[in-house]
């Protein structure tokens, strides 16, 4: 059975070198991505194999002058791919593209005050998700991440994680669930957190032990309070925390992680033990 293993292993190995990028390139910029840590051997082909997927199905474009380098578009694919490493790219079907700005840019939208006064407001961020459109992302986000992970935050999961919401209609915080999975526990279990978020009653759980070039970057709470705008944000959000953080949302959250790794059909916390 061992023999097979590392057999099916080769095989799978000798594919992704037959397609796609450079393998250093590949190695260079997964090694890079503290994102990917405890990934064993067997889930990096896959990823890789993915990755180059997500790089044939899809177009990167950069605007204001932003030139996209093949690192950058791996450093885009694997950090959208790792999500559904165990889904697959038809998770991400109806779309075609992601825009990278080289920093933050502005959003338009409409907010009205108390009194039904409606004006138009222009926000700065560093992520976007359209509905059947791109995934819009600051390069300059994408590489402070790399310099300087922070447990919990992540913008690249955060806006795919609303694509996954995204995949049967309307943000909402309901992805299309798997059949072994219930809509009422997934609906009874995320709302009881949104509101805690919402009322600030966010147990208390240790620090996440980080290198030490991170050091003072990482005193945010397991789930960042953007979170309680709206259950589409607070799935987003959560999303983060499960694959950046996922030792303190089990302990804050268990249940939320349990659900979470249903769907995901992953478990980040072990990976990272």
């Known amino acids: 059975m061992n023999r097979w293993r590392r057999w099916r292993r080769l095989q799978q190995y000798r594919r992704c070198r037959q397609r796609g990028p450079d393998f250093r390139l590949w190695l260079q910029v ?3 991505l503290d994102l990917l840590r405890g990934l064993t051997a067997g889930e990096r082909v896959r990823l890789r194999a993915l990755s180059f997927e997500f790089l044939q199905a899809k177009t990167i474009t ?3 002058g932003l030139e996209v380098t093949e690192t950058m578009a791996l450093c885009v694919a694997a950090q959208a791919c790792l999500p559904i490493l165990n ?4 998770y991400y079907r109806g779309w075609v593209e992601v825009v990278l700005y080289p920093g933050t840019f502005a959003v338009e939208h409409e907010e009205q005050d108390e009194t039904g006064v409606v004006s138009t407001v222009a926000e700065l961020r560093e992520g976007e998700t359209w509905p059947q459109g791109p995934v819009i ?7 402070q991440d790399l310099e300087h992970p922070e447990p919990g935050y992540n913008v690249v999961v955060h806006e795919f994680a609303h694509k996954l919401d995204m995949l049967e209609g309307g943000a909402n915080g309901l992805p299309p669930l798997h059949r072994d999975m219930s809509v009422a526990r997934w609906a009874q279990v995320m709302e009881r957190a949104f509101r805690c978020l919402q009322a600030g009653e966010i147990p208390a759980v240790a620090p996440s032990p980080v290198p030490s070039f991170v050091q003072g970057r990482h005193a945010r709470p397991v789930l960042d309070d953007y979170g309680a705008r709206d259950p589409a944000e607070f799935f987003a959000v959560a999303s983060e925390a499960f694959f950046t953080d996922p030792g303190r949302l089990y302990a804050a959250f268990p249940e939320v992680y349990e659900q979470l790794a249903r769907f995901y059909r992953q478990d980040p916390r072990r990976r990272r033990t």
């Open 137 to 143: 992302l600051s390069w300059a986000e994408l590489q």
């Open 87 to 90: 889904l697959g790219l038809d």
């Open 62 to 64: 950069g605007v204001q």
């Open 30 to 32: 997964s090694h890079r």
